[in-house]
């Protein structure tokens, strides 16, 4: 009853990415800086899965950048076989999950991900993916 009435209220708001920021307690990701040729290397390892902008359900391209979920058993491993660092600039925003997370993300990790995320590209996504799956 109560995921039909969020639904419902999901649907019919004016901006689904606000709705969705306040439901959810916002996650910092990990900032994150490589050589550009291990971050474009990164969407392939099969530990790491795409979300938010770097998803391809979310329809944006953002070259030279990857916001991804890991699991934490397989952080410390993808940080040291990629030679990845902490910045304040970062490539990378990897955000980490108890267990490694199933590929593709589920809608609802990227609609959250998306309205977190650092842009209105993102956030306009949150309302046509709501648009498209939720109707």
């Given at each position: 009853?109560?995921?039909?009435?969020?639904?419902?209220?999901?649907?019919?708001?004016?901006?689904?990415?606000?709705?969705i920021w306040a439901?959810?307690?916002?996650?910092?990701?990990?900032?994150?800086?490589?050589?550009?040729?291990?971050?474009?290397?990164?969407?392939?390892?099969?530990?790491?899965?795409?979300?938010?902008?770097?998803?391809?359900?979310?329809?944006?391209?953002?070259?030279?950048?990857l916001e991804a979920?890991?699991?934490?058993?397989?952080l410390d491993a993808?940080?040291?076989?990629?030679?990845?660092?902490?910045?304040?600039?970062?490539?990378?925003?990897?955000?980490?999950?108890?267990?490694?997370?199933?590929?593709?993300?589920?809608?609802?990790?990227?609609?959250?991900?998306?309205?977190?995320?650092?842009?209105?590209?993102?956030?306009?996504?949150?309302?046509?993916?709501?648009?498209?799956?939720?109707?």
């Open positions: 009853m109560r995921l039909t009435r969020h639904l419902d209220e999901l649907r019919s708001a004016a901006d689904p990415a606000d709705l439901w959810f307690r916002p996650r910092r990701p990990l900032r994150l800086d490589g050589l550009p040729s291990d971050v474009a290397d990164l969407p392939g390892d099969g530990r790491v899965v795409p979300s938010g902008f770097s998803d391809p359900r979310a329809g944006i391209a953002a070259a030279g950048m979920h890991i699991g934490a058993d397989d993808v940080l040291d076989d990629f030679i990845l660092e902490p910045s304040d600039r970062p490539t990378v925003l990897l955000h980490v999950d108890d267990v490694r997370p199933s590929d593709p993300v589920p809608l609802a990790v990227l609609l959250v991900d998306l309205a977190q995320g650092p842009g209105p590209r993102e956030r306009a996504q949150v309302g046509r993916l709501v648009a498209e799956h939720l109707t």
